[in-house]
């Protein structure tokens, strides 16, 4: 996948960058000012901005609430947009030329299209009176604006107005199964290996239940979806200083620019919210109104499965694709009773037809859930709507200006799916049906737990009656969040602050000192030694400044390289939380094995990590966007070039492939929020990045230095804070 993307790039892109300019610099005034000051509104709206860009949209009505959120969201990420409705709808051909095609393929087989027509009949009337008025002020600004975002041009991007069937693909895109990429690597492995060694791997990948796949240009192609992680925790009033519920969440993302999120305050009669919004989707998955907050992290519910479809009659449709720079192509896509034939397509390439069968095939929407929840005054009213929220997979932490807490698992799931599956591929009585599907008041969750707080870092749910999936996340994040947590007796958002950024792991100890006892080093040259001896005086943590954590991973990254198959070494990575995987398979190995390959890849780290070398040398954090790596005109699509502390399993998490040396994160914490219920305007936010879409406008990338010090900024609920602190206002009057 890497090289198919990186080849499209390079061929349909490259020789425009070279000849193009950078973005023209735009600050705060010159964006303001491209905001329209008519639109489709029943009565004037005013935008209240910060000066970081964030909106405040205080309208009279709720539909013209909607409306300008429409306008807002394409004003602030239009080309983010844009390039990610072309890969909902499998036209990325369009921008980037005909090596893109079979991707093309790929993603129009995954029908992220197939259920629109049916969501679209069953919408309650006010869910899609409030879509209609999105979509009505998102097109106003699309088709008046006076110039569309600089990538626009280099990826042929128009304006080309959007329906409400492309809304709908595009949420189920947003929407797509976080297993889908490890599948692609899984498969590989699956066809590569022997059957006998297959069945074993598998066998070993279940036992570890581990599942969080990583930061790629897949993951990049899919809008960070596929690599959503996160933590989300919740105190109870009777634990923090004010007397209410405390919340902070951190969305674990792919690293990348523009954010996948952006900061939102909203209020008109019915709604009065501040919080993250995905660009291109009216409602709020993480946030707080007057009297409830709440936050989210990915449940890694399994929503779909593959089938063998080599037995099954086989339909083949044909469609056409546009194709920059070349004439239109006209494909097929095959399907089957089960679903269509996604092995047809590079990202779940395999040897045999498999069918994919997911929820998102049917029809469904999540956001009258969401618009519900958002107007939820109770623990009960937030629930009941929560209920309703069928994808993708969620857990969701929520805490009161009461005091009440909770932790909810949101999702709708199979009810018939086997509980232990004999292989990645399912025989097609194993077939589920599309209807039936079991929802959140079937699943586990908790409410006001003794602990006075909940906490959500991917870990496996509690045992139910009904599966929710197979692989999670290890338990470590969560547990050392709970651990923080109850260091005191009564906390506020400082302590929260804190636990966000907390870059230490201790269960790799165990792994260190395994390898530490392997040998006496008798013969050990003087730079080895070196190494070694900041290995044994490592305490677990990954801050930038740690010479210990640099060098215990290189020389662990050498040593698996070493010892590891091909093929199980891509099936470890598939899952990236494989840490577990790694420590089990060292440690069966036998010594004679093991210790010369510990010293020979202590040995060559020594060579590759001069004295003095600390972990924030080699771990390096630059977001960019994925067109940055273009000659000339790519530096100006991503930020410099910064140390990074944490890990892969730490809290504040920052995630990594084997690292033999320098390297830069591709996936981990890219948001801050935390919101005191008690008061009204006490709400922080940071986005690693900035609020703006727009390259070259001041607020781009203007939060990257409040990130690194992990500083918030505050987004006020009260209408009066929020008029003294967001002192631009946009006036947009009715047409």
Known sequence: MDKVWGAVVGTALALRA????????LDLDDRLAMVPRGAPLARPLNIRWSERQIPFIEAETDEDLFTGLGLVHAHLRLGQIEIMRRVALGRVAEMAGPLA??????????????????????????????????????NHQLRN?????????????????????????????????????????????????????????????????????????????????????????????????????????DPHLAIGLPNPVMVVGAKSPGFHVVGLMMPGLPFFPVGRNPDLGWGGTNLYAQTSDLFDAADL???????????????????????????????????????????????????GEEFTAMLAAA?????????????GFGLPGLNITHAGRDGHIGHLRAVHVPRGRPRDPADLVLSPDAAWPLEGLATARELPAALDPSSGAVVSANEPPPPGDIPIGHFFAPR????????????????NLDDLRRVQRDVSHAPALPLRDHLLALGTGTRRRPAARRLFDLIAGWDGSYAAES???????????????????????AAHEALRQSRRLIAEELR???????????????????????TGTVWGDLHRLRPGHFIAGLPRVGRFFRAPDRPSAGGNDTVAKAAFGLATGRHHVGFGAAVRHLSDLGDEDDNHFCLLGGQDGWFGSTTAMDQIDPWHAGETLQVPLRPETVRRLFIHVTVTEPL
Request: a positive charge.
């Open 588 to 610: 069966t190995l036998p010594r004679e094995t093991l210790a010369p390959a510990f010293e020979k890849a202590l040995g060559k780290a020594a060579r590759r990590l001069p």
């Open 375 to 387: 107007r939820a005054r109770t623990a009960g009213d937030f629930r009941a709507a929560i209920d």
């Open 101 to 138: 095609l079979d991707l093309d393929r790929s993603l129009r087989l995954f029908g992220f299209r197939d259920a629109a027509q049916a969501t679209i009949a069953g919408l309650p009337a006010e869910t899609r009176r409030f879509l209609d008025c999105f979509l009505s002020g998102y």
């Open 145 to 249: 604006s006076a110039a569309l975002p600089p990538e626009c041009a280099l990826l042929a991007i128009g304006r080309e107005p959007w329906t409400l069937a492309d809304f709908l693909a595009y949420s189920r895109l947003m929407a797509a199964d976080s297993h889908w990429l490890s599948w692609g690597r899984l498969l590989r492995a699956r066809d590569g290996l022997p059957a006998p060694d297959w069945s074993a791997l598998w066998r070993r990948l279940k036992a570890a239940g581990l599942s969080a796949p990583g930061g790629d240009a897949a993951t990049a192609l899919l809008g960070g979806r596929a690599g959503i992680g996160s933590n989300s925790f919740a105190v109870a009033g009777r634990r923090s200083a004010s007397g209410a519920g405390l919340i902070a969440s």
């Open 476 to 491: 470590d994040r969560a547990e050392r969040i709970s651990q923080l947590l109850a260091v005191r007796d009564t906390l």
């Open 313 to 363: 009659p086989i339909e083949t449709i044909s469609e056409t694709f546009r194709v920059r720079g070349g004439r239109d192509r006209v494909l097929p896509l095959r399907h089957c009773t089960l679903g269509p034939i996604v092995s047809d397509g590079p990202l779940l390439r395999a040897k045999s037809p498999l069918a994919l069968r997911w929820t998102g095939h049917g029809a």
């Open 18 to 25: 070279v000849f193009s300019t950078p973005p023209r610099r």
């Open 547 to 569: 010479p210990g954590a640099a060098a215990f991973e290189v020389t662990l990254a050498l040593l698996v390289r070493r010892v590891t198959g091909r093929h199980q070494l």
